[in-house]
């Protein structure tokens, strides 16, 4: 279906009870609809927006179009957790109802501030001739989650130097100082960066261009955050417009980070090394980090991709957030894990060891289309070995090892409906190890695997039917020891 302009930029609450729950039932029959991963009810999801812990609970938005699986008029939508794991439904945070905001509240970050909670994001508005003018606006949540706007935004001109593509602020203090990051574009089409400062979250100062050695790095930056942990400033990123590389950057748009010196401000001299991706796999956007009570960092990102059609838009419904995981860095590398919490998830555990010699085995005992696996493979000679997930007779999505060029793969070219296949149906990283350690998260839709404790991560949706409940490993050309735990979820 061809959605017009007039379309996707129709209110929620334009729209007929009737027609809106008729599009719930069409969403609620879709036989790929997830069971432990933030969804929409209905429409488009996707960037995950004002992530922060505040009055006792964790607090997320995402961007949200109502109304059907396209990117139109955007809310930003609200769910708490004490726990990151079990998810309750807050409703619409943010409506696009202001003339800063009146073709979308579009994507920002939050800060407690004076015992309430302060969200900075962009308003996203168009003339009568549809040109873009961005404005960095302010929502403040009480302790009893009722929000309110500021009459006025906050910052109203895109500083010179600077296109229109202008948004997205992640907002921090250090000292007495607030300080945001914008993502932007420079009048010659490359992406950046632009800080500002401000003692109250609302007058604020441009401090200028964060000051990196990547200048002409992609045409678009999307989705900055910038955190410090021990001796570390690092900063992620959405870069758009990268060439792939080999197994690097093979998706249509890319997130990564940069780890160097902390950031000094206000100067905004960062030194930094190598650009890396933060996740490997098919489907993995617009990340954002959030600070815990204990101190540490948990970063959550859009499982899905901008410009991309999956198979559930037939269903009036698109996209998910992964699950949270806790940041760390180990020599110069980011670390990603599962918070500990969604041990809360697990049912009926098994246990499976065996050696397996050139053969493809399964066992009566793992199965299923919603759990948590761990899995170690020592001890081995074979020249490729690995898991076959969400299987039948003939469908499965892959993930292998091969022991001559040391690569680790996750194939999705067979795993049921094809999604994104003009950018290629494997992804692939190289890793020089003697034991592979695998924690995988199976949903109806979707694989979120950590390699070895964290050191990568590929998250991917998968389409399969509903009888790919088959778990199956293998090894070929040789012998390798698997050590298995499973949890049903």
């Known amino acids: 279906m061809e959605w017009t302009r007039e379309q996707r930029y129709r209110r929620v609450d334009e729209e007929s009870a009737e027609n809106i729950e008729a599009l719930a039932m069409r969403v609620n029959a879709c036989p790929w609809r997830q069971s432990f991963h933030i969804q929409p009810k209905t429409g488009l999801l996707n960037d995950p927006n004002g992530f922060s812990y505040y009055n006792g609970f964790y607090h997320l938005f995402y961007q949200w ?100 593509h202008f948004r997205d602020p992640k907002v921090w203090k250090q000292g007495e100082t607030f300080y945001t990051v914008i993502g932007a574009q420079r009048q010659n089409e490359t992406g950046c960066a632009v800080i500002y400062s401000s003692l109250n979250l609302v007058d604020w100062k441009l401090e200028g261009e964060l000051q990196t050695s990547l200048n002409d790095f992609g045409y678009m930056w999307e989705c900055p955050d910038y955190f410090e942990q021990n001796d570390n400033g690092i900063f992620i990123f959405s870069p758009q417009g990268i060439e792939a590389k080999g197994d690097l950057y093979r998706n249509i748009y890319q997130s990564g980070y940069l780890i160097g010196r902390k950031l000094t401000l206000p100067e905004r001299q960062f030194e930094h090394g190598d650009f890396h991706e933060l996740d490997r796999g098919f489907d993995f956007y617009a990340p954002q980090t959030t600070l815990a009570p204990d101190g540490s960092r948990i970063l959550v990102g859009w499982m899905g991709l901008p410009e991309i059609d999956y198979p559930t838009d037939e269903n009036g419904w698109a996209h998910c957030l992964t699950v949270p995981r806790v940041l760390t860095v180990e020599n110069g590398k980011l670390i990603q894990q599962p918070v500990k919490k969604l041990e809360l998830l697990r049912k009926n555990e098994h246990q499976v060891a065996a050696v397996l010699e050139n053969e493809v085995k399964s066992f009566n005992e793992l199965r299923g289309t919603s759990y948590e696996m761990v899995c170690e ?37 067979n795993s049921g409906k094809e999604v994104g296949s003009e950018f290629g149906s494997t992804r692939a990283c190289h890793l020089d190890t003697d034991k592979l350690f695998l924690h995988i998260f199976v949903d109806t839709s979707s694989v979120e695997l950590f390699v070895n404790n964290g050191e990568e991560v590929f998250t991917s949706r998968i389409f399969p039917e509903v009888d790919c409940d088959q778990i199956r490993f293998f090894a070929k050309n040789g012998i390798a020891t698997f050590d298995i735990q499973k949890w049903d979820y």
């Open 377 to 413: 493979i020592s001890s081995f000679n074979s020249e490729e070995f690995g898991i076959e997930l969400r299987a039948n007779e003939t469908k499965k999505t892959v993930i292998s090892y091969n022991s001559t060029h040391k690569k680790l793969v996750l194939d999705r070219s």
């Open 65 to 164: 179009f109502p109304l059907g699986p396209v990117h139109g008029l955007k809310y930003w939508y609200h769910v708490k957790s004490k726990d990151l794991v079990n998810w309750e439904d807050a409703g619409i945070g943010i409506e696009p109802d202001h003339f800063y905001d009146s073709h979308g509240a579009y994507s920002g970050s939050a800060i407690e501030h004076d015992g309430k909670l302060f969200m900075m994001y962009t308003g996203n508005t168009r003339d009568e001739n549809w040109t873009r003018h961005p404005y960095q606006c302010i929502a403040i949540m009480d302790q009893t989650d009722k929000i309110t706007k500021l009459e006025q935004p906050v910052i109203s001109d895109v500083p010179n130097g600077y296109t229109d």
